[in-house]
């Protein structure tokens, strides 16, 4: 009996040996390819090239990911983006990092989608007493006064303590406990605005260490304040724009070669040409411009990268964007590599790194 429980074990230990090798990967299993060409061109914020002539951006990052993970062995070529399909087609590239995913191309393999944009309008922020007077009635700005009360009653009455019995001009006296701490109240709100009547101040040394403490303390209040005063009552509102009825009878701009100025072309959308995204929102947001037109991904890029363009960019949900990898068709090499690219796109700071290049 115990022999054939030892053997029975010493078979079970050999099949999961068995099992282990293989599961392990043999050479041929291993995508390990030299001197692959890729191409690339500039396409903010996906493929960009820095003063030093190094790569960057949410492509680049994710062919770098991809590469160091299955082992491939490449050099960036910068090409045009009109040569791209000729390039892959003749097998001088074995792949370019962005392509939209389109049908009637035979010679092009493409990968898993790894980003989706769409047409984005931009236009220029607008301010309405309205959108003001909204934002003074909601949950948020009723939470920022809520708190500072708070922090002003407790500031007032720590003051109230240390000077009732020593200041009755100001906090003691004949006051009640109840005036007393409102004008502690009153006496740290004049402090942390910096209006400083002067009707009340502390003169004891331990009710004025604490006002000098408060008043620095009130200095980031202050900042911190304002910044969620602001965003609490509308920092800003963008007008809503459906297309392609939205655009029309407007004056709306965009790049001519590109799939957003073909877009408007179908759609009879009279639109006046601009050389580049930059150059475009700079125009709506001196108001040269009513609305620019392009893909949403690129034009929050750009108003995040640049700060003198102060516009606000809305998705339209209109005329998707597909990008993925473009293989050449004869590069047997390409089928295992989308299992890696799926993994890649899954991890959470994928979303990181999209939120970093174009931040909504």
């Given at each position: 009996?115990?022999?054939?429980?030892?053997?029975?074990?010493?078979m079970?230990?050999?099949?999961?040996?068995?099992l282990?090798?293989?599961a392990?990967?043999?050479?041929?299993?291993?995508?390990?390819?030299?001197?692959?060409?890729?191409?690339?061109?500039?396409?903010?914020?996906?493929?960009m090239k820095n003063?030093?002539?190094?790569?960057k951006?949410?492509?680049?990052?994710?062919?770098?990911?991809?590469?160091?993970?299955?082992?491939?062995a490449?050099?960036?070529q910068?090409?045009?983006?009109?040569?791209?399909?000729?390039?892959?087609?003749?097998?001088?590239?074995?792949?370019?990092?962005?392509?939209?995913v389109?049908?009637?191309?035979?010679?092009?393999?493409?990968?898993?989608?790894?980003?989706i944009t769409?047409?984005?309008?931009?236009?220029?922020?607008?301010?309405?007493l309205?959108?003001?007077?909204?934002?003074?009635?909601?949950?948020?700005?009723?939470?920022?006064?809520?708190?500072?009360?708070?922090?002003?009653?407790i500031?007032?009455?720590?003051?109230?303590l240390?000077e009732?019995?020593?200041?009755?001009?100001?906090?003691?006296?004949?006051r009640?406990?109840?005036?007393?701490?409102?004008?502690?109240f009153?006496?740290?709100?004049?402090?942390?605005?910096?209006?400083?009547?002067?009707?009340?101040?502390?003169?004891?040394?331990?009710?004025?260490?604490?006002?000098?403490?408060?008043?620095?303390?009130?200095?980031?209040?202050?900042?911190?304040?304002t910044?969620?005063l602001?965003?609490?009552?509308g920092?800003?509102?963008?007008?809503?724009?459906?297309?392609?009825?939205g655009?029309?009878?407007?004056?709306?701009g965009?790049?001519?070669?590109?799939?957003?100025?073909?877009?408007?072309?179908?759609?009879n959308?009279?639109?006046?040409?601009?050389?580049?995204?930059?150059?475009?929102?700079?125009?709506?947001?001196?108001?040269?411009?009513?609305?620019?037109?392009h893909?949403?991904?690129?034009?929050?890029?750009?108003?995040?990268?640049?700060?003198?363009?102060?516009?606000?960019?809305k998705?339209?949900?209109?005329?998707?964007?597909?990008?993925?990898?473009a293989?050449?068709?004869?590069?047997?090499?390409?089928?295992?590599?989308?299992?890696?690219?799926i993994?890649?796109?899954?991890q959470?700071?994928?979303?990181?790194?999209?939120?970093?290049?174009?931040?909504k």
């Amino acid at each position: 009996m115990i022999y054939r429980m030892v053997q029975c074990q010493i078979m079970y230990l050999l099949i999961l040996l068995s099992l282990q090798l293989s599961a392990q990967p043999t050479p041929a299993d291993s995508t390990v390819v030299e001197n692959w060409q890729v191409g690339l061109y500039e396409f903010p914020p996906y493929m960009m090239k820095n003063d030093d002539g190094e790569w960057k951006g949410i492509s680049v990052e994710l062919w770098q990911d991809l590469a160091d993970s299955v082992g491939i062995a490449y050099q960036f070529q910068e090409v045009s983006q009109g040569e791209i399909k000729d390039q892959l087609e003749s097998g001088r590239l074995n792949a370019t990092l962005l392509l939209p995913v389109q049908a009637g191309l035979p010679s092009v393999t493409f990968s898993h989608i790894y980003h989706i944009t769409f047409l984005g309008v931009a236009t220029v922020q607008t301010q309405s007493l309205f959108s003001i007077a909204q934002g003074l009635f909601t949950m948020r700005f009723l939470r920022i006064v809520i708190t500072l009360s708070i922090l002003l009653l407790i500031v007032g009455t720590i003051v109230w303590l240390i000077e009732r019995k020593s200041n009755d001009d100001s906090f003691g006296g004949e006051r009640s406990i109840a005036q007393g701490i409102g004008s502690g109240f009153w006496w740290a709100g004049v402090t942390m605005t910096t209006i400083g009547y002067g009707d009340k101040a502390p003169v004891t040394f331990w009710g004025r260490a604490v006002a000098l403490l408060w008043m620095l303390i009130a200095m980031a209040v202050t900042a911190s304040l304002t910044a969620a005063l602001v965003s609490a009552v509308g920092g800003g509102t963008a007008e809503a724009i459906e297309a392609p009825n939205g655009l029309r009878k407007k004056e709306v701009g965009t790049v001519a070669d590109s799939p957003f100025g073909g877009y408007l072309d179908e759609e009879n959308i009279k639109y006046e040409e601009f050389s580049s995204v930059e150059e475009g929102l700079k125009a709506v947001g001196q108001q040269e411009l009513k609305i620019f037109a392009h893909s949403t991904a690129t034009m929050r890029y750009w108003v995040n990268e640049t700060s003198n363009i102060t516009v606000q960019v809305k998705n339209t949900e209109t005329l998707p964007q597909r990008y993925a990898i473009a293989y050449a068709t004869n590069n047997r090499t390409t089928t295992c590599l989308d299992s890696t690219l799926i993994k890649i796109i899954n991890q959470p700071n994928w979303q990181q790194r999209i939120n970093r290049y174009m931040p909504k």
